[in-house]
């Protein structure tokens, strides 16, 4: 099974943020990839696949806890690209076979910059290991039949970001997500496009440019500058999800509101619906504010749902008369 990487405007994996209701909503409005959010090998591998026949989805359950790791549906299976966070190839694959048959691909996060991910020997700590990148995706590559790639940030050169995506390519990886920042830069640093333009002439497969795309404008900007033909796109999502949409994004406002039936939909975490509300109302508004304090105040679904006006929604989506 392949997915197609060029020509793709895509929801970047985003921590707490990309969970199934906000893959949906990135999707409905045009986003023709989806990333999951990371998750560790460790924390897959401790997990049983179940179907939810109430929800439609398909969960992977944490044994033990209980706790749903991740969560899916048929719908977005030829989309859904899942990320996992490793440090080991033997382990990365056990994690990506539980998941192959329910996804559309698996990427490695070799980019992320926090400690709890590098002093695991993690994402961006696999950038200055080039041997161990060959083996985690030639053993990826070997055993799975989808699609196998990863995202990296750039090196401190251009020479050796452009060496060591040539490394990645000949691992036979289906496309490389570049992240237009070094290790060291912080968010507010602008990603460096012209970098990204090295890698996409250097390499054969499609490179994926990443970094500061805020309006469906950015799209055609980051392509023409980069070369690159396929866009991904973060915080400009979790700002408003309808920055995918051609004709301009929607108001905030119904996005949001959207985002909270996607979640009541999807049963989702409420700690992941109230962390992703907590970056859009921070981006537009303040958690200050009487809207701010009252989400962070609310414990369940059902509270957000009372707090948006959603409380119909809600019961009919849970199966019980409101009235
Ligand atoms: C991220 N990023 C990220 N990257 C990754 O590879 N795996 C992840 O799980 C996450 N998690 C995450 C959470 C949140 C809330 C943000 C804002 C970012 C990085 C992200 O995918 C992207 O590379 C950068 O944010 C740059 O893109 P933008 O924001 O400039 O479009």
């Given at each position: 099974m392949e997915l197609e990487y060029r020509d793709r405007h895509i929801l970047a994996p985003m921590v707490r943020v990309?969970?199934?209701?906000?893959?949906?909503?990135?999707s409905e409005y045009g986003a023709d990839i989806t990333y999951g959010e990371e998750i560790v090998d460790h924390k897959i591998i401790k997990c049983q696949r179940q179907i939810n026949e109430s929800l439609g989805t398909i969960d992977f359950v944490e044994k033990g806890t209980g706790s749903v790791v991740f969560r899916t549906c048929d719908a977005?299976?030829?989309r859904v690209v899942f990320q996992i966070g490793t440090s080991d190839a033997?382990?990365?694959?056990?994690?990506?076979?539980?998941l192959c048959k329910d996804v559309a691909a698996i990427d490695i996060n070799m980019g992320c910059p926090k400690s709890f991910s590098v002093s695991g020997g993690?994402?961006?700590a696999l950038l200055t290991k080039p041997d161990l990148i060959n083996d985690i995706l030639t053993t990826l590559k070997r055993n799975l039949d989808i699609p196998v790639t990863c995202k990296i940030r750039l090196l401190p050169s251009s020479h050796n970001t452009v060496e060591l995506a040539k490394r990645i390519e000949k691992t036979g990886v289906s496309a490389l997500a570049v992240h237009g920042r070094k290790v060291a830069d912080r968010?507010?640093?602008?990603?460096?496009?012209?970098k990204i333009a090295d890698v996409v002439a250097a390499l054969s497969i499609p490179v994926i440019a990443n970094g500061d795309v805020f309006d469906y404008e950015d799209f055609q900007r980051?392509?023409?500058?980069?070369?690159a033909s396929s866009v991904m796109v973060a915080r400009g999502a979790v700002w408003n999800a309808s920055i995918f949409k051609p004709e301009g994004k929607l108001p905030w406002e119904s996005v949001k509101r959207e985002y909270i039936r996607k979640s009541i939909l999807w049963d989702n975490d409420v700690k992941s619906t109230k962390h992703t509300l907590k970056e859009m109302i921070m981006h537009h508004s303040s958690l200050e504010l009487a809207e701010g304090k009252a989400m962070i105040r609310s414990a369940t679904l059902a509270n957000l749902a009372e707090l948006y006006g959603e409380e119909s929604y809600y019961w009919f989506v849970n199966g019980i008369n409101g009235c």
């Open positions: 990309g969970t199934l209701p906000f893959r949906m909503l990135a977005e299976r030829c033997v382990r990365a694959l056990t994690a990506a076979q539980l993690m994402g961006a968010p507010r640093d602008p990603a460096q496009w012209d980051i392509k023409s500058v980069t070369g």
